[in-house]
């Protein structure tokens, strides 16, 4: 099966603009997640989706994210406008339920750099 | 709230050495508890997962992991370690009540092994 994929994955932008990513997730999982892992931490859950619903988004700084998942499969993250602490890989992963302990499968990240 | 500790920042260890990374956890109630292992410019991969039953969790490549209530530790084993293990290696961890699939990770751990 295929896996999660992102776009783009690498992106320079200055601070004060705007970015967006996608996130298409493999094929059935209900549940979708965004993390946000600056270098050398561990990835730190931004958002997550139920189908097309909010489940959790504690964690998102809403001043300046925004998470999107209309259609219940592939969703966008945006941040505008971009600091410079938001320098970092974003991931997406995906999984079968959230019920359960599903494993979430994530794709290659998008490495986002905001000078 | 639910946290987890990877006291080493790196590992070294000789090919075909065992080799142990560590990680402790704390969660409200029973955890689930997972392995992720994290390849330059890719994302995690899932390599094991507890649950509930044995101790000794066997995952991909070869590696297990023993969870230890008592002394809530969760450490990734390999009896004999390849050059291609060399990676970042992430543990997290899930309370087992509540809803969300919600994952909090570790800061990683480099393995690297040498010839």
């Known amino acids: 099966e295929a896996g999660v994929a992102q776009s783009p994955r690498y992106k320079i932008i200055e601070k004060r603009q705007s970015v967006a990513f996608w996130c298409n997730p493999i094929?059935?999982?209900?549940?979708l997640y965004w993390y946000q892992q600056i270098l050398g931490q561990g990835p730190k859950l931004l958002i997550q989706?139920?189908?097309?619903?909010?489940?959790?988004d504690s964690q998102l700084p809403k001043d300046r994210f925004s998470a999107e998942r209309l259609k219940g499969v592939d969703s966008t993250l945006k941040i505008q406008p971009a600091k410079l602490e938001d320098s970092a890989v974003y991931l997406c992963a995906s999984s079968r339920g959230q019920g359960d302990p599903y494993e979430q499968y994530f794709g290659p990240g998008t490495r986002l750099t905001v000078t | 709230a639910q946290s987890v500790a990877q006291p080493e920042d790196q590992v070294n260890v000789a090919e075909g050495n065992p080799l142990t990374v560590k990680c402790t956890y704390s969660v409200s109630g029973n955890p689930y508890l997972f392995w992720y292992v994290q390849y330059p410019n890719r994302g995690l991969q899932f390599l094991l997962k507890y649950i509930t039953g044995d101790n000794l969790v066997k995952g991909s490549y070869g590696f297990e992991a023993e969870f230890n209530k008592s002394q809530t530790s969760f450490h990734l084993k390999k009896p004999s370690a390849l050059v291609s293990d060399s990676a970042l290696y992430f543990c997290a961890v899930r309370a087992l009540t509540g809803g969300g699939n919600k994952l909090t990770f570790g800061t990683g751990t480099q393995l690297k092994v040498e010839l």
């Open positions: 989706f139920q189908n097309n619903g909010v489940v959790d």
């Open positions: 094929s059935g999982h209900a549940t």
